[in-house]
């Protein structure tokens, strides 16, 4: 006869994830990580070499080239935000990268001209700033407010297309700033200063998240696997909500503010939406770049609550459904002329009621497995 005790011992133990299950996940999220981080890097060091490839023959073919670079760098990127919000670091507060590699939006007449003002911008200044270089541009960013961006994606962004001043297209920035134009040798040496910095400051991430001990990663790895699990389920939980679903679709959504959206000078800002969706599901269901793969989170919340894995796993394709089914570009949805019917602006609002609801779905995943995460 099976005592009463060993009933309730049985009970207890297929009442949540086992040691074993958590600490998998941990590892497996580490390598993910680090894969993701590489990919990244990867892709970037391809958009430094066509950039330099452009900026050593400037023509319509090699800038045309150095734009397809970034967009396909930025794919890469888009999937590892969901590794922020938990004091990692890309965003330690000491000593993050994140408001030098990403931040948005950006004032274009911080770095270079804009119409109405030809000689705006830090490259038109060569008197207040005779040499362009890394330590300039870093030492600039975000200087006297947040939209005083000289550094990272939106920075390159803005070099390559140039303002956004068409209602149907990205920016239409001549080849002409590099060659004949005034300050056309500044313009190339922030575009590269720039670029090389961005790559630099992704290896940083790479670095820290590397096996062989020593760094961030070892550190992350030595947490108890319900904290480390925590962390990362709170990067998720806060991508899916309060940045993707909140501040970058819901604000400019709401204020139909084509200002407010993410990459707004090469129009790209669709592909960026898909990018962070992609990314939480990547974390949950650990499938992550260049092949990484093995013990999930949704793995984990399964031991505790198979149904409610179940659910999410659900929400987070329906999620990915959403955002790919947002006409491109995002900012035709932003303006005063558009209905809230059109379809176009409904399957915006549509994808971020998504995103707030697998949000919800997330914290209670996180609450089955016994950890407790907060998130806007």
Known sequence: MVSALALLAAACGSSGPSDETMEDAVETYARGVHAAYSASLASAQDMDDAIHTFLDNPTSATLEGAKRAWLIARDDYGPTEVFRFYGGPIDDEETGTEGLINAWPLDEGYIDYVEGNPTAGIINDPGTYPTIDADLIVSLNEVGGEANVST??????????????????????????????????????????????????????????????????????????????????????????????????????????????????????????????????????????????????????????????????????????????????????????????????????????LLEDQTDTIVAAADAIGVTINVS
Request: net charge negative; aromatic share 6%; hydrophobic share 45%.
């Open 152 to 353: 990272g994606w939106h920075a390159i962004e803005f070099l390559l297309w140039g303002q956004d001043l068409t209602g149907d297209g990205p920016g239409a920035r001549p080849v002409s700033d590099y060659t004949t134009a005034d300050n056309a040798d500044r313009r190339a040496t922030y575009l590269a200063v720039a670029t090389h910095q961005l790559v630099d400051h992704l290896q940083e991430l790479v670095d820290a998240w590397a096996p062989g001990g020593g760094n961030y990663r070892a550190e992350f790895e030595a947490l108890d696997a319900a904290e480390a699990l925590r962390l990362a389920i709170t990067g998720a939980g806060e991508l899916s909500r309060g940045e993707l679903a909140g501040e970058r679709m819901n604000v400019a959504y709401e204020a139909r503010s084509q200002e407010d959206e993410h990459s707004c000078f090469s129009d790209n800002t669709h592909a960026d939406i898909i990018g962070n969706a992609v990314g939480v599901a990547m974390v949950l269901e650990a499938d992550y770049p260049l092949g990484v793969t093995g013990t999930s989170i949704l793995d984990v919340v399964a031991e505790a609550d198979a149904e409610l894995a179940d659910q999410l796993r659900a929400e987070l394709a329906a999620s990915i459904v959403a955002t790919e089914a947002i006409p491109a570009p995002f900012d035709q949805h932003l303006t005063e002329d558009v209905s809230d019917d059109d379809p176009g602006r409904s399957s915006v609002l549509a994808a971020i009621e």
